[in-house]
């Protein structure tokens, strides 16, 4: 099993884990999982398109600290503005409960309540006043369905792109 499966399982992992968090009424520990589903799925996408990830500006202004693995190295800021960069994402701009921006715009929005596991970034922000609830769930489950859909139909294209440079269709 090479190391994008092993990301993927690890998606899907994290996907159930949100599920049982949401179940026990932890709805910021079922963001923060569901936020991490997301990333292992980004960064299963750049070990698939290691040559199309070498062209982005953020892996060129990136200092790795590995030679092997390069995507791990990547933080979720990261791996949402290289699908952004490399139109994994959609580029249309779309106006949802009075916020109008792209796909990776709100996926940046949920990066942030994500963070909030770090003490420091929560006590900074005085994000002591919002409420944790299943809406907050729901709109990141949102986001994550639609972005992890079109990163499916990026690698749909893919194959068939190949197939059919190869002729068989």
């Not at 299943?134 to 992890?148: H, L, N, R």
């Amino acid at each position: 099993m090479n190391i994008s499966d092993r990301l993927n399982n690890l998606a899907t992992f994290y996907h159930r884990e949100a599920g049982k968090c949401v179940r026990g009424k932890a709805y910021l520990a079922a963001v923060v999982m569901q936020m991490a589903a997301l990333e292992a799925a980004l960064q299963a996408m750049c070990f698939l398109y290691p040559g199309e990830i070498k062209k982005t500006d953020v892996y060129r202004k990136k200092k790795f600290r590995s030679k092997r693995n390069k995507a791990l190295d990547f933080s979720l800021n990261q791996l949402i503005n290289i699908a952004d960069e490399l139109s994994w994402f959609p580029k249309k701009r779309i106006t949802w409960a009075g916020k109008r921006t792209s796909l990776a715009g709100f996926a940046h929005e949920i990066r942030e309540i994500r963070n909030l596991v770090h003490p420091g970034k929560y006590a900074l922000r005085k994000w002591y006043d919002m409420k944790f609830n299943k809406g907050t769930y729901e709109v990141t489950c949102e986001i994550f369905d639609v972005a992890t859909s079109w990163l499916l139909h990026r690698v749909e294209q893919s194959l068939l792109k190949r197939v059919g440079r190869e002729g068989r269709i």
